[in-house]
């Protein structure tokens, strides 16, 4: 069962006011996210999750109602970071930082081409951001790209020219990523970056040391690519009853779909399953395992 003293905040804070305050607990995923999953696999360690549903980077930039990244590291620095209810430091603290999703959903169909110069803007904000949580103290950075959601429904369901514009932005979008947190990383001292990267592999970047990509054989693409072996049903579907479930505790077994929620890659039209997000938490305790 989801612990509210454990994860002091996560999703069903929505951005207002104090987000260590009492609040319900939501996951989109019909069970524990990634972020609880990882949680749990690392052990001995507390979730802060400050996400916000519907969040872009910049809101100025890709607009969206929700509160943005800007807003929620604004409520970091003023409830979180000197707050007696957390302990942290830089040397026990990793910040996951998991935008471009909604930023590349929100604007694909109407950014000139694979939104190159829309992106370059939206990942400058972006990096300006990661800075002040820098300036706080952050030095340990894990950065999830963007899944591939162009082989989810909200992409199929397109028609092929569309999806085709869809996965050429979440490429550009990760791509201008990657190159940004490489940027970044090496100007900073005593700095430690992983770019997860949901298609394909994994960057780490440490001050002072080689960088290096780590293969995986947990990415999204290849989950697709080979579901049954995973134990999936479908690569792309998803069932209306469990998306309509909010909980972050595992949800109970629906007739009208093919099998449990585990039988599914995807939550709905666009957010990966609790299942899916247990493989990306795995994946991502074995990024953790090169960063000394």
Known sequence: MCDELRWLATNGWYGHGDPLASHKIVCTTAGPNWAISLTDLVGHSTLIDLAVSGAVSDSDIIKSQAVDFRGQTTAFLNYVARSPKVSWTSRNAIFTITFGTNDVNLSYKNAQGNGTSLYSKDLTSYFNTVNKLYNAGARQFVFNNVVPFDRAQVGISQGKKLAAKLKDNINEFNSQLAAKVASYCSSKRGITCIVFDTRESAFVFQANRPSQLVDKDTTFAKVMDNYA???????????????????????????????????????????????ADLIWAKGLKVQLSYVS
């Open 229 to 275: 072996a995973y134990g999936f049903a479908t690569p792309s579907g998803y069932c209306a009853a469990y998306a309509k479930q909010r909980t972050c505790d595992v949800v109970s077994q629906d007739r009208s779909c093919l099998g449990p929620i585990s039988s599914y890659v995807w939550w709905n039209d666009l957010h990966p399953s609790c299942a």
